[in-house]
């Protein structure tokens, strides 16, 4: 399983970034598909989820109404559409996959993980 994340970037305050995540061995429309994020000094914390079957969707609440989950089955890959992006969004982001759920796993408990992508929001 590989999952191959993309996108990230150095941008100011109140700009937009899209980050994607191609999955192989895996099935974006068959497993929980989501985004953790990790800031220098911090936990790993979940961002977003998207459901295997449904494709319901779950944020964390600080950036809910910013970021947007979404997948395309025919490429297998999921994206991170990031708006209205502030400082504290600064982060390396890690694109993951579990058969059961993303959002209900804690970092350890998740099954795959792609290589993290630096997103840096400057003020």
């Known amino acids: 399983v590989q999952l191959q994340a993309s996108g990230g970037g150095l941008v100011q305050a109140g700009g937009s970034l899209r980050l994607s995540c191609a999955a192989s061995?895996?099935?974006?429309?068959?497993?929980?598909m989501g985004w953790f994020r990790q800031a220098p000094g911090k936990d790993r914390e979940f961002v977003a989820d998207?459901?295997?079957?449904?494709?319901?969707?779950l944020y964390l609440g600080s950036v809910e109404g910013r970021f947007t989950i979404s997948r395309d089955n025919a490429k297998n890959t999921i994206y991170l559409q990031m708006n209205s992006l502030r400082p504290e969004d600064t982060a390396v982001y890690y694109c993951?996959?579990?058969?059961?759920?993303?959002?209900?796993?804690?970092?350890?408990?998740?099954?795959?993980w792609g290589k993290g992508t630096l997103v840096t929001v400057s003020s």
């Open positions: 061995g895996v099935s974006v429309d068959a497993y929980s």
């Open positions: 993951a996959a579990d058969k059961l759920t993303v959002a209900g796993n804690s970092a350890d408990g998740i099954d795959y």
């Open positions: 998207i459901s295997g079957s449904g494709g319901n969707t």
